[in-house]
């Protein structure tokens, strides 16, 4: 962030946004600041835009002018735009507060944070309680002196990840952009000179870490995505940071040892020697072991294909396991695609060898997994607790993160009613490739998706000669083909771009039209149940009346239930009480609306319970057509807006129509 109060940035901002000088009376009466105020802040004014190799020219009897070049203005332009729309709202206050609090040479008062936040007293007071709790976390205790500050206790290592971690949620969903500025950081451009400003970060240091980070990729042969580059530069920049005033790591020798044999140890101490030949310091051997401890936690991507890498056939049957965890607790078959099966596999083995290592785990879109993947985020945490207890480790919620995109990649290849054309370029690691990729085969039936591709495929010129669009999750700007940048999880605003560029490019062809699947809904609005039990067995009885399901299907579903239960804490909560596929003699999927929410024990932690509006009871066969309506009905009803409007809904018929449509 820039080095300048949230004032001085309106008034630069003001006048860079024109061309003509302008009066103090103006200024105060367009801003809204106190024309004192405003007399004392020019100097502040002054000085900084100076920084940028700009001027405050005052013209005599008419007011006051910045100069400088165009170049230069729409630089400082564009970082002052940053830091006011990070620092816009009060929850980016609170993470820069908790930045200050750990990295500052010397710890602020409540009022130095109350004047550099430019908030009261009492909310800074209450920002610090939140930080002291976001703390513990850490293993960190903030012990507050009066008139003095705050201390800090906590191990060297605690303090670092969490000094990253505050500047990642302070730059929020502004992480993704400053990665990629990052990852096109040259030192020879002006306008990059500046790049995040110095309140937060030190530019002088980022040019040395890209290069750094450059060539232990290239040594390493693997591929980084944006935000994994930044990370790790976040991890490098705080090194240094603490290098540099002192403070030190300290790993015992078996730990030394164990590092020291690794790859990525021996390319990071070959590397590093950029930054101390630039930096004037150095890095000992613990300071290594830290470094590689943390790219450990990336996903970063051999160049090289997974084919020759041997995998022990225990991670396999574990990965067989989750499978048959998820058939159960959805209730229909997900077909094993070998080169998921293959890449999960591989996965588990890596990760539960760094975190034996004690690695910290990274993943830049848990938050995102979390909020869209509810479901298989659940089932990721049900299964984490089988791994944990095989491996004798502690699963964290990042890893359950990544483990829960496999899923999708399984689940989401049981739906695709067929192949289709294009090119996808993801540097997010293979299971999210694998999301979008089936998530577009499901999306756009008329694409022919030819092959997913690396960013390194794509900078190295593999992409074939005859494509007519490329979908990538990363900008580039190499390619002589149209390009649509979308989100590794497929937005909604991503399907309506793409969608949009088909018929510019692809003309008139047309898709295969869809089943209609409403004949194998039944709704049910309801208000009468007092429990889960009177539910199944009264909703129960109305299939076996009715010929979908035999005998016994109510008592099996509550058995079933009692072992495996289905609540699912999306958005707005559902479950999926169900029994197996061989009480089944006509395919139906009831959904029932409750008036009066009725609690479910949770598929993730069957000792919590939650309260659910929605209910689903299937009873479908093994086919696969059965499986994909099951699963588009549960998607749909893990989206906000869909499940939202299902619930205002009054007509059965309107409702298995919403549901059915696509």
Request: glycine letters at 4%; hydrophobic letters at 40%.
């Amino acid at each position: 962030m820039i080095n300048v109060k949230g004032r001085t940035a309106r008034v630069i901002l003001y006048l860079l946004e024109r061309d003509y000088a302008v009066s103090l009376k103006k200024i105060s009466e367009d801003t809204n600041i106190n024309i004192n105020t405003l007399r004392k802040d020019m100097k502040s004014v002054a000085d900084f835009v100076k920084e940028f190799g700009l001027n405050v020219v005052a013209k005599p009897n008419v007011g006051l002018k910045i100069e400088g070049t165009p170049e230069k203005k729409i630089a400082l332009s564009e970082e002052l735009k940053i830091a006011e729309e990070i620092l816009s709202n009060s929850e980016s206050k609170t993470w820069y507060a908790c930045f200050l609090l750990l990295s500052s040479r010397k710890t602020p008062t409540i009022e130095d944070l109350s004047d550099i936040l430019e908030r009261s007293r009492p909310a800074v007071s209450s920002d610090i309680k939140k930080i002291k709790e976001w703390l513990k976390d850490f293993n960190i205790t903030l012990i507050g002196e009066p008139g003095r500050g705050y201390v800090i206790e906590g191990s060297e290592e605690d303090i670092r990840y969490a000094i990253k971690v505050s500047i990642k949620n302070f730059f929020s969903y502004s992480f993704d952009s400053i990665a990629i500025k990052f990852g096109n950081l040259d030192r020879f451009k002006a306008s990059d000179q500046k790049l995040l400003g110095v309140k937060v970060l030190k530019t002088a240091y980022l040019f040395e870490i890209k290069e750094f980070i450059d060539r232990l990729l290239q040594d390493l042969k693997r591929v980084l995505s944006p935000q994994d580059t930044f990370s790790f530069a976040l991890d490098v920049y705080v090194s240094v940071e603490r290098n540099i005033r002192g403070f030190k790591l300290s790993y015992d020798e078996k730990t030394l040892l164990q590092l020291s044999k690794m790859g990525e140890y021996s390319a990071i101490k070959n590397n590093v020697k950029i930054l101390e030949n630039s930096l004037k310091i150095n890095f000992s051997d613990s300071e290594i072991a830290f470094l590689t401890k943390r790219f450990l936690g990336l996903r970063a991507e051999p160049i090289e294909t997974y084919s020759s890498i041997a995998i022990p056939d225990v991670y396999f049957k574990k990965v067989e396991d989750i499978v048959r965890f998820a058939e159960e607790y959805l209730g229909f078959k997900v077909e094993e695609d070998p080169e998921v099966v293959r890449m999960f596999a591989l996965h588990l083995k890596g990760a539960i060898e760094k975190i034996k290592l004690g690695v910290k785990i990274e993943n830049p879109i848990l938050r995102t997994i979390k909020r869209e993947y509810t479901f298989a985020f659940d089932i990721a945490k049900k299964v984490s607790e089988g791994l944990s207890k095989s491996f004798k480790i502690e699963i964290p919620e990042e890893e359950i993160g990544y483990i829960a995109t496999y899923i999708m990649a399984l689940v989401e290849s049981s739906k695709v009613p067929k192949k289709v054309k294009a090119v996808v370029i993801c540097p997010m690691g293979i299971a999210t490739s694998k999301i979008l990729y089936y998530r577009l085969l499901q999306e756009f039936p008329n694409l022919d998706i030819l092959e997913t591709f690396s960013f390194k495929d794509a900078i190295d010129g593999k992409l074939p000669q005859e494509v007519d669009l490329i979908i990538s999750t990363t900008h580039i700007n190499f390619s002589p083909f149209p390009t649509i940048v979308v989100s590794p999880l497929l937005s909604k605003d991503d399907v309506k771009v793409i969608k949009e560029k088909l018929k510019e490019i692809l003309q008139s062809k047309t898709s295969k039209p869809q089943r209609d699947f409403s004949n194998k809904l039944l709704v049910y609005i309801e208000d009468s149940f007092r429990n889960k039990e009177e539910l199944i067995f009264e909703i129960g009885q109305r299939l076996i009346e009715e010929g979908y399901v035999k005998s016994g299907f109510v008592e099996a579903v509550l058995k079933r239930e009692k072992k495996f239960p289905t609540g699912i804490e999306s958005p707005i909560p559902f479950a999926i009480p169900h029994a197996e596929s061989e009480y089944t003699q006509k395919s139906v999927i009831a959904i029932i609306l409750l008036k009066k929410p009725i609690s479910f024990n949770l598929a993730s932690d069957k000792n919590k319970s939650i309260l659910v509006p929605i209910v689903i009871l299937p009873a479908i066969s093994n086919n696969e057509e059965d499986g994909i309506l099951l699963y588009k009905v549960i998607e749909k009803l893990n989206n906000l807006e869909i499940a939202k409007s299902i619930l205002k809904l009054s007509q059965p018929e309107k409702i298995s129509k919403l549901l059915a449509e696509d």
